[in-house]
């Protein structure tokens, strides 16, 4: 009983810090990056001023919180039929975080750093384009990984080691 409970709290606990950190992409995306790539430099003007946006550093805090609490439930889930539902939204959080951080973000930090001018440029606003669309698909990874995290709280705890038990 108490191995269950274990194992529900933390995977409770991942998804809500998953979906937590979910929601905010899915803000980035639909909001501030349509806003961003619609008519760069001109668009930039968000990125830019004294109440500028700026998500950094929910960025750098809670991605981080939700690795652990992944590292948690794995542990407290991986002898249970949960196991590898677990392991796919961990590695779709682990691929959609280096797509990020390897290829958009630091495509992001070359295109805000042209900055605010007002004017549009076709060819920026082309780059910012395949920058917003990459986006989505990351974010099209956090959509499927949240679904199995919620197909694996579905599931009722076994453990994977049982045998069942043959009538004779």
Do not use: H
């Not at 961003?36 to 001023?49: D, H, K, M, N, T």
């Not at 295109?111 to 605010?116: D, N, Q, T, V």
């Amino acid at each position: 009983m108490a191995r269950s409970y274990l194992s529900n709290v933390t995977l409770i606990a991942v998804i809500v810090s998953w979906y937590i950190q979910f929601g905010a992409q899915l803000f980035a995306v639909s909001i501030i990056a349509r806003t961003v790539q619609s008519a760069p430099p001109r668009s930039f003007a968000i990125l830019e001023g004294a109440y500028r946006y700026d998500s950094s550093a929910f960025w750098q805090i809670v991605p981080s919180i939700t690795a652990v609490l992944f590292l948690v439930a794995l542990g407290a889930n991986w002898k249970t039929n949960r196991r590898n539902l677990l392991l796919g939204a961990f590695s779709l959080f682990l691929i959609g975080g280096a797509v990020a951080g390897f290829y958009l973000e630091p495509m992001f930090a070359e295109l805000k750093g042209i900055g605010y001018r007002d004017v549009v440029d076709p060819d920026l606003q082309a780059r910012a384009a395949t920058w917003y669309t990459l986006d989505w698909a990351v974010c099209g990874f956090g959509l499927v990984g949240g679904i199995a995290l919620l197909i694996a709280l579905a599931r009722p705890v076994t453990n994977r080691t049982a045998t069942p038990s043959v009538a004779v």
